[in-house]
């Protein structure tokens, strides 16, 4: 067999294994990610939630957008911080906005 | 089809050449799609982060009113409760009772939430899969807490949240509100913050506003807020990662520059030889865009399809320590699979095609030389 056709063989089907991830798969799953979402939904409708489970180390990683000013990693972007996942994320965007 | 004929003839021959020198080009290949791979999946995965944090968060309160004091939150007199509910355009205010348990045996944080209508009674609580997952000290379906005069308190495990809905209740340990109050100390006229309901959101900002001037020190976070938090922070989050990886990155740019534009003696002679034996300077300059082309798009296909299997089939092993920070409980979760067709697009043209073009650079210098020069210099 030539050469050119196993390198063909092997780029056609990774663009049909590509085009089925992106295209077809998204679909074929998209009953089950809805009721999980709509799930959640209900939990976070019924219990009022408004921030997700992410970092849950302290109150101002665990409840990002109900973090007071004074939360250690809200100070400024540099400051320093106990936790490392203060470094990683971002004060909330009320700082920036100087909204109510 | 003579077109066509020729390209694959060309392409044989490249392959043919690739595969001479494969130890070198194997492991040049699993580099380039490393970086792929890891540049991919950071994409794929802050995207998809995003896409869920702001569908699960509209169904988030429209606006949460707290009480601030010198710069920390307090907690909210119930007597405002009536004040915020009198302003028009508000549907309704209800106060949310809630805080946190730091447990030092595991050394993890939970979120309490304390209901008026929990329905398993004040010596019972609903916790989240996260919980029984850590707390350790499981036993009898029971967990013991210590309450704020130090004394111990025990409640059974009367149900348990949905593992699906992990994302938002893997730390939740849910208790009627008398139960929250006396193991929390929260004084009966308090509440830790306002969820407001109004009619019309596009009045959230004047609701807001006239909130600001009723309520002393009063705080408003609006859903909107929430939700942006969140598209910034996984904007960060993807920037910030991007920015550690830069250094690889760039060593790889380096190793692919070198790779491609520094002709080895050996491929000198080839290109000599092939030139004598009647090659043109377009079939040379089009063996090597072949060349390129087959090992970045090879690269890029496994890059991209394992970046997919690893973030949306196996929720991202390699960056869950990066996302967990110190905390103890994390919860498990799959993303919805989704891919930016753009983001994809532009993937590719940052690594297919620079590599293929800098590759014909150098081969062009040489192509146009005399064959017989190129040999001697070889």
Redesign the interface.
């Known amino acids: 067999m030539r050469r050119s056709s196993i390198y063909l063989g092997f780029s056609l089907s990774c663009l049909v294994a590509l085009g089925f991830l992106c295209f077809i798969y998204p679909h074929l799953s998209a009953e089950q990610y809805d009721r999980v979402l709509a799930e959640q939904k209900r939990v976070v409708r019924d219990l009022q939630l408004t921030d997700l489970c992410l970092f849950s180390e302290a109150r101002y990683t665990r409840n990002l957008s109900q973090a007071d000013w004074h939360a250690p990693f809200q100070d400024n972007p540099m400051a320093f911080d106990t936790f490392p996942s203060g470094s990683l994320v971002r004060p909330t965007v009320l700082l920036a906005d100087d909204t109510p | 089809m003579k077109w066509l004929d020729r390209q694959?003839?060309l392409?044989?021959f490249t392959?043919?050449c690739v595969?001479r020198r494969k130890g070198k080009n194997l492991g040049f290949l699993l580099v380039y799609t490393l970086i792929i791979f890891v540049v991919c999946s950071v994409i794929f995965f802050s995207n998809a982060l995003r896409r869920?944090?702001d569908?699960?968060?509209?169904?988030?309160?429209e606006m949460?009113v707290?009480k601030?004091m010198a710069?920390?939150?307090e907690l909210m007199p119930l007597a405002h409760q009536e004040d915020i509910a009198s302003i028009r355009g508000v549907r309704s205010v209800?106060p949310?009772v809630w805080g946190?348990y730091f447990h030092p045996a595991t050394q993890?944080?939970?979120?309490l939430?304390g209901?008026k209508d929990f329905r398993h009674g004040d010596d019972a609580v609903e916790v989240?899969q996260?919980v029984l997952r850590t707390w350790g000290a499981v036993q009898e379906d029971k967990l013991y807490f210590r309450m704020v005069d130090g004394k111990a308190l025990d409640l059974k495990i009367a149900a348990t949240?949905?593992a699906?809905?992990?994302?938002?209740?893997?730390?939740?340990i849910?208790m009627s509100q008398a139960t929250f109050r006396r193991l929390t100390g929260m004084p009966d006229q308090f509440a830790t913050?306002f969820?407001v309901r109004v009619r019309n959101p596009q009045e959230c900002?004047t609701i807001?506003?006239k909130i600001?001037g009723i309520v002393p020190g009063a705080?408003?976070?609006?859903r909107e807020?929430?939700v942006?938090?969140?598209s910034?922070?996984f904007?960060?989050?993807s920037g910030?990662m991007i920015v550690i990886l830069s250094a690889a990155i760039l060593a790889f740019c380096i190793s692919a520059w070198d790779k491609a534009t520094g002709l080895s003696a050996e491929e000198k002679a080839e290109i000599g030889i092939l030139k004598g034996v009647g090659w043109g300077t377009s079939d040379i300059l089009g063996m090597k865009f072949w060349e390129g082309m087959?090992v970045s798009?090879?690269a890029f296909?496994?890059g991209?399809?394992g970046a997919?299997i690893h973030v949306f089939f196996f929720s991202a092993p390699f960056f869950e320590h990066?996302?967990?920070?110190?905390?103890?409980?994390?919860?498990s979760f799959?993303l919805?699979?989704?891919?930016n067709?753009f983001e994809?697009a532009v993937l590719f043209f940052l690594t297919v095609v620079p590599y293929t073009f800098i590759t014909i650079i150098p081969i062009w210098r040489v192509s146009v030389t005399d064959p017989d020069l190129v040999m001697r210099q070889g």
Not at chain 2, 55 to 61: G, R, T
Not at chain 2, 219 to 222: E, K, S
């Open positions: 694959r003839c392409m044989d392959l043919s595969w869920q944090a569908a699960v968060l509209h169904d988030a309160p949460i707290q601030m710069g920390r939150q209800e949310r946190y993890t944080n939970y979120t939430i209901r989240g996260g949240f949905s699906a809905t992990d994302l938002v209740s893997a730390d939740l849910m913050d969820s900002t807001a506003e600001t705080r408003p976070i609006l807020e929430i942006r938090t969140y910034a922070l904007n960060w989050r910030y087959t798009l090879a296909f496994a991209v399809i997919y990066a996302l967990k920070g110190w905390s103890i409980l994390y919860p799959r919805r699979p989704e891919v067709l994809l």
